[in-house]
């Protein structure tokens, strides 16, 4: 499969924002200027697109000094001086299991590796995502904690990678 991986553009956030809410609960809903936010404070920020210009995906990462609301990016905070933080990776069903993803967090690595030496993200395990469990653990990330949000509903493994 044919495929670009380039920076994302302000004029591509209205396809990202489909993409992010065609993937929740995986990820949480989030509005247009919260995207925009990312978009100013972002250490990564790239979609994944087919040659005919079709968006298939996108990853977001952030540094660990951002003021930022996410219960997960502060626990990380808590107990980690730097680190990347990857606050979300959507890709659109139809492309899913194809590589994408791992094409999207590869690159992160390379563009990342001189300037940080971790990276964290977190995965569901309440509702359970098990595709991102197997797909975390291939890669190299190991569970460093777990974390109950949103009353209880909501449980995530806090996952590390050392670069």
């Known amino acids: 499969m044919d495929y670009q991986i380039r920076n994302v553009e302000v004029a591509d956030i209205e396809d990202l ?26 250490i990564y920020f790239k979609l994944i697109q087919s040659i005919n210009n079709e968006v298939q995906g996108f990853l977001l990462a952030l540094n660990s000094l951002l003021d930022y609301e996410s219960l997960n990016y502060k626990w990380f905070q808590e107990r980690y001086s730097a680190f990347a933080y990857i606050d979300r990776i959507a890709i659109l069903e139809e492309y899913k299991r194809s590589g994408l993803g791992k094409k999207l967090y590869l690159d992160l690595e390379k563009s990342i590796k001189s300037n940080y030496k971790m990276i964290t993200c977190e995965y569901n395990l309440k509702p359970m995502n098990h595709e991102s469990e ?7 990330y190991q569970r460093v ?9 909501k449980e995530v493994s806090l996952m590390v990678k050392n670069l």
């Open 17 to 42: 924002i489909k993409i992010n809410e065609l993937s929740v609960p995986a990820v949480n809903s989030i509005s247009k200027a919260q995207f925009e936010w990312f978009h100013q404070n972002s």
């Open 134 to 140: 197997k797909f975390h653990i291939s890669i190299g």
């Open 145 to 153: 904690g777990k974390l109950n949000t949103q009353e209880g509903t």
